[in-house]
């Protein structure tokens, strides 16, 4: 199988001095794809700058203004987590259309897997906001051109923290289920299992919170019990992923204990979910140690395209089986209320 990716990686101008998010991360995610040995089976695609008309599916016309005006003011910090400079507006544009030009080939051909290798990540960017080290939300400006045009996204967010600009987005969107495992509690504080989906999507927000030190069969218990139920019944016509590598037990963001084998096996799992070839993409957002990052790279995109590439052993025995049993009973309840909630406002 064929992966296609974005074929702009050059945006060095959105760096900080020993900040995390750096241009290192882009490049070890490439070392990672070179790992496979892909040559022919590697279709790059030219990204460009998203339109306005795009992005504002997903973002406040206002904050584009103001994130832009930002930028081309010289930059500075947003918050005490999130930078930009004055290339930044430029860049989040381009990461933007990387995400938009791989789904679209992927779309045409109907054939191949997508890997979109773009920095700053998105999965926090809210519609008016920018937040830990997002601008952009660039896995929902791709989703949202999906859904215009009929399709039913699911998106699987296993980057180590909350995507909680994503949930956001989405939080009232019938044709969007959001499925997120992370660590809890962390940054940015979201990601209950109690959060459901709003009164027009309830039951398409499924949260799989993860105690410090979890394992990798821990996850994909998580996965396998409470959210591959909803997936089946929601019956996805794509599939994205919003992949980030910071669960790895070596990054030094969070406390998980993934492997890059748990990240080839949860690939597998969730490259299931896609109906068919050319409708499963991948953005790449947290991950930042270097080699974990590249390894992990490796593993997830060696697994879903059948390569013969060998990863670590994933994980076993850590915490979390409790936490987990506790979350489905959670959104159970969770769900009732919401359910009758709905109810009774239609009986008024």
Not at 115 to 128: I, K, M, N, Q
Not at 141 to 163: K, S, Y
Not at 272 to 294: I, K, N, Q, S, V
């Amino acid at each position: 199988m064929m992966l296609v990716m974005n074929g702009r990686y050059e945006d060095a101008g959105h760096e900080e001095y020993g900040h995390p998010e750096r241009p290192d991360r882009a490049i070890a995610a490439l070392q990672g794809v070179d790992q496979l040995h892909l040559e022919s089976d590697l279709r790059i695609v030219n990204p460009y700058a998203a339109t306005r008309a795009e992005l504002v599916r997903v973002h406040e016309g206002a904050y584009l203004d103001e994130l832009g005006a930002f930028c081309y003011a010289g930059g500075g910090d947003i918050d005490e987590d999130t930078y930009a400079t004055y290339d930044s507006w430029t860049i989040a544009q381009y990461a933007a259309g990387s995400g938009l030009a791989v789904v679209r080939e992927l779309h045409e051909k109907r054939d191949g897997v997508g890997f979109v290798v773009t920095r700053p990540p998105g999965h926090h960017a809210l519609r008016d906001r920018a937040m830990g080290f997002c601008l952009l939300n660039n896995i929902a400006i791709a989703a949202a051109e999906l859904t215009e045009l009929g399709e039913r996204v699911l998106i699987v967010d296993w980057d180590v923290h909350h995507g909680n600009g994503t949930q956001a987005i989405f939080w009232d969107d019938p044709n969007v289920l959001y499925v997120s495992t992370h660590q809890s509690p962390l940054f940015p504080g979201s990601g209950g299992a109690y959060e459901v989906g709003g009164s027009d999507a309830i039951g398409r927000t499924v949260n799989l919170p993860l105690p410090s030190g979890a394992t990798g069969d821990v996850l994909r218990q998580a996965i396998d019990e409470i959210a591959a139920p909803t997936i089946d019944e929601f019956n996805p016509t794509w599939v994205l992923v919003s992949a980030g590598f910071d669960a790895h037990r070596d990054d030094p963001m969070a406390d998980l204990a993934l492997t890059s084998g748990d990240f080839a096996l949860l690939a597998k799992t969730v490259a299931g979910y896609a109906p068919g070839p050319g409708r499963l993409a991948m953005f790449l957002e947290g991950g930042y140690d270097l080699e974990a990052l590249r390894d992990s790279v490796a593993a997830t995109l060696g697994a879903v395209l059948e390569s013969p590439y060998r990863p670590e052993a994933p994980s076993y025995g850590g915490p979390g089986t409790e936490i987990v049993s506790n979350s489905q009973v959670e959104r159970t309840a969770a769900l009732r209320i919401a359910h009758e909630a709905a109810l009774r406002e239609e009986q008024q």
